[in-house]
């Protein structure tokens, strides 16, 4: 499940798919910071074919929430 | 194609340039939040074996890093700094407003802006040897002005222009302060790509995510030639890379050139590929033909543009292109390294990157209408400075290989030096010739009897001396102006003078100018009563075609040095004309 969104979060924050789940958040990966998180916000994007908005890039404070907001944009993560 | 920021990213965690032979300290300045530059330049330097370390300066800190003489920036101790300041921080309130206030006040701003701009260059001058490129500044498409804007009294744009053409004014006589035509870099890639509002809005970034390996490409261009990693040479096939299809095959009036929509495409690519030549880029060919197929469409033509008189080498033959290169390379004594090869055959592409990895081998698609945009890219043919004989070198090497061809076809050496109608020019050292003095001794290694490294502040000492002549010869033959190529240095005292530094650039050694030149020097000292000239040879690794010089000519070893005594007669070659400015 969700093996699409979790090789993009591996791939931008470097670490392991084992170690990433719904509460994986700037706290739990180190190197989650600011910076990082646009990355992936850009990497959603182009692989997905989504354009997030502010509110939503500013409201994400886990993977659960980035689920979220790419269910609100269509995006099927159960393939 | 370019990567990914991320990619670069990642990458940067991994590459190792522990071996690398190539060191290069940069420094980051900017105006917003620049993340990713670093780490991109570091991944492209090390796929060039140069091991890059950065200095990133904090958030928008770049008055205080240069400003203070103790700053982290100045304990790094750069190589090159790339200073990126934004034109929103720069102009502040004004940005948004400029119409707030009146045309002579617009003006006082973009003054003053100016001012402190030029600053900042003299201290960082002051304080750092590293070189510094500087951002001009994007001018925004829109303006609240709108359709009047350009009508306006010194308006928004204007402003920005006249900073734009200020800051350019204050670097032109700067030697080590370069500017970055960022203005140029956005309208490339456009504004609406460059700068996305949510990434300013998030983070203050100003240039997006994508286009920062983009921005370190064009940066990269400053690094390549700081690292003498820039190309000189420009080495292309025939059949579909000057031309459309086979000229063995389809015949002179079948290829593919001017008339057509691909035979367009090939005119333009080597319409560019002249203005590089125009800019010193010596271009060769390496092509499997029969030579007079080939040499009957360069010749004949109508819709060529590149004629033989811009090549330095023809290799039109059916030996093996690898072999064809590295003879190209010899013939014109330049370094594999200097050479950008073009071929649209992605077998011969795979098999140059495979035997001679130190040329660079362009991955050309089949479209040639793409041929153009990818020359263009290419950011390997950039200098740091310029002198008169680096725009003619395209046109000296192809003289180069008329010369050659005369000397084969002539009875004997004498009769060829003859034919050549050769001429001396010797010049005094002005502020014309002296950066090509420097430039000289910086870089010849052959002909050079004391190989004596001078930078142009030294060189100009020398020529205000009043003990001391700084002399220069620019040489002419009947194929053209081979430029400035010789250049010596004498010490005078009374009864006797040293020569200091005697060398000849290699293009023009054998064709007796080194006696010309230094009979000339022997008979100015004997004019003025000096009883001896001393000269040293000093022996490097490269230097052994000089070696012989001095006694060939007469002068007779006393102690460690080489002495000409001037009662006796002082031979000149008379195959030559000698002229004196």
Redesign the interface.
Known sequence: MSKKLYDIISKVFSIQISEINDESSPETIESWDSFNGLILVDELENSFNIKFSISEIIDVKNVKDIKRHLKNHGVDLND | MERK??EY??LS?TIDVSKSSKKIKVGILSSF?I??LSETLTVKCSELDIQCKTYVAGYNQYNQEILDSKSKLYSFSPDITFLIIDIRTLLNKIFHHPYSISSSERKKIVNEKISELGNLILQFKKNCSSKLIISNFSLPSYSPGGLIETKSEFGFHDMINEINQGLSKIIKDESSVYVYNFNQFVSKFGEKNIFDY??F???D?KIA??YIPYLANDLMGYVKPMLGLNKKCIVLDLDNTLWGGIVGEDEFDGIELGQSSNGKAFVEFQKHLLSLWQQGIILAINSKNNFEDAIKVIKEHPDMILREEHFASLQINWNDKAQNLKAISEELNIGLGSIVYFDDDPVNQERIKQEIPEVLTVELPKDPSQYTDILMSLNDFNVLQKTDEDLKRGKMYSQQRQRSELEQSAKSIDDFLKQLNIKVKIKKADKFTIPRISQLTLKTNQFNLTTKRYQEEDINKFSSDNNMIVGCAQIEDKFGDSGITNAFIIEKNDKEWKIDTFLLSCRVIGRGIEDAIISYILKEAKNQGVEKIRADFIPTKKNNPAESFLPNYGFKKENEYWVYDLKDSIKTPSHLLLEVE
């Open positions: 920021l991320s990213i990642s965690q939040t993340n990713g949510r990434q809005f998030i983070g970034i995510f994508d």
